[in-house]
């Protein structure tokens, strides 16, 4: 069994996600599990006006889970309104950024996985 708990791993204060602006924490409770197509999940809180700048995976694709707050996600140019309990999937190959237009933190978990064809 593979687990990351909050309390084993710390996380940490950073800036300019992706590009983007704004001030972020972030905690990587999984990473790289061999044997497995799975890349990483981490625990993201965007503070207020913080935001994920537009990019790209070409190879994996990644699951954007929203825990509470609010903010636009953008995929390949379209914008959409999200909030607690949204989940958004980001294939390989698009374009995808999130902005907390909240007036507190956005908080959302981040599941990345590599592309199986099929």
């Known amino acids: 069994m593979i687990i990351g708990t909050p309390e084993e791993i710390p996380g940490k204060q950073d800036q300019g996600y992706h ?3 704004g001030t972020y924490f972030v905690r990587t ?3 790289k599990i061999p044997g497995s197509s799975f890349e ?3 625990y993201i809180v965007l503070h207020r006006g913080t935001s994920i ?3 790209q995976h070409t190879t994996n694709e990644e699951l954007f889970i ?3 707050g609010h903010g636009t996600m953008q995929v390949d140019g379209e914008e959409r309104k999200v909030s607690a ?3 958004i999937l980001n294939l390989p190959g698009s374009h995808h950024s999130l902005t907390n237009e909240g007036e507190g933190d956005l908080e959302l978990f981040v599941g990345c996985a590599t592309a199986v064809k099929v």
């Open 40 to 42: 990483h999940c981490r």
């Open 66 to 68: 929203i825990i509470s």
């Open 29 to 31: 409770l999984l990473e």
């Open 85 to 87: 309990g949204a989940a």
């Open 19 to 21: 590009g983007g602006h």
């Open 53 to 55: 700048g537009d990019h």
